[in-house]
């Protein structure tokens, strides 16, 4: 089970950041994606913290200013997102995969209920 929260109303240039809580997996052998949703899109990738090398990929929208992390004695992976931008509001989801860990959207078989965040200008 995933459990997302951290997200609000946030003005742009701001900052916030987002969790996602893990339970049922043990994150040491887990990898953990953030996937986002905007009215009437599809869902897109964001970023992706994977436990083999500790190794970590971001879309490139986001890159240089969304940093994924992972706690792994919290169990708990985490989004910072600064630099914020109205078009980052979406619903963000936190997804899990025993797999590869790749940024298509059809591997992720775990998924949170998704947390609002919303950038005004």
């Known amino acids: 089970q995933l459990v997302e929260s951290g997200g609000g109303l946030m003005q742009a240039g701001g900052s916030l950041t987002l969790s996602c809580s893990v339970s049922?997996?043990?994150?040491?052998?887990?990898?953990v994606a953030w996937f986002r949703q905007a009215p009437e899109t599809e869902r897109e990738f964001v970023a992706v913290?994977?436990?083999?090398?500790?190794?970590?990929a971001y879309a490139d929208s986001v890159k240089s200013r969304f940093t994924i992390s992972r706690d792994n004695a919290r169990n708990t992976v985490y989004l910072q997102m600064n630099n914020l931008k109205p078009e980052d509001s979406a619903v963000y989801y936190c997804?899990?995969?025993?797999?590869?860990?790749?940024?298509?959207?059809?591997?992720?078989?775990?998924w949170g209920q998704g947390t609002q965040v919303t950038v005004s200008s």
């Open positions: 997804a899990g995969s025993d797999l590869a860990g790749s940024l298509f959207l059809a591997e992720w078989d775990s």
């Open positions: 913290s994977r436990w083999r090398y500790n190794s970590t």
């Open positions: 049922g997996h043990t994150l040491n052998d887990y990898n």
